[in-house]
């Protein structure tokens, strides 16, 4: 799927909550398609977690 199309079904998905549940519900819908991304780049092997806690811990990659 184009990054377009993603892009707007997020978005979509964003504003249908934010009419629905108001402003909490939509930084909670935020926060769960945020996590959901995290997952899906992890899986498919795009996100390497370990690269990304040694830099939220100061650590230098070695790569």
Known sequence: MKPTVV?????A???F??????????????VLV???AVVG???E??????GVLDALSGRRSSS
């Open 13 to 15: 998905v964003l504003a």
């Open 17 to 30: 909550a934010a009419l629905i549940f108001g402003f909490w519900g939509f930084l909670l819908t935020f």
């Open 34 to 36: 945020l996590c959901g």
């Open 45 to 50: 092997g795009k996100l390497d977690l370990r």
């Open 41 to 43: 780049r992890v899986i």
């Open 7 to 11: 892009g707007m079904a997020v978005g």
